[in-house]
């Protein structure tokens, strides 16, 4: 088993719901764990900017089926 851990900029909760039912369950419905989080990063000044964000954590098995969910689930979210 694997554990991945994919970070979320800033989304509002509504279409966040939709995300996870809609693209995320589907492709892991053994299940995961999310939580809120405050994160920063390097803005376009140059100087750090913060914003909240979520942190999901999936444990799964390591096979290639798994390996190209998590990275179109990267995908759609961007």
Known sequence: MLRSEL???AVDRQAWDEFL???VTPRFPDGLSWYKVNG???GPSGKPEKLPSRIMI???ADNS???EALATI???FQ
């Open 40 to 42: 920063q990063w390097r």
């Open 74 to 76: 990267g995908r759609l």
């Open 58 to 60: 999936l444990i799964h």
């Open 7 to 9: 970070y979320f900029a």
């Open 21 to 23: 039912s809609e693209e």
């Open 65 to 67: 089926a798994n390996h």
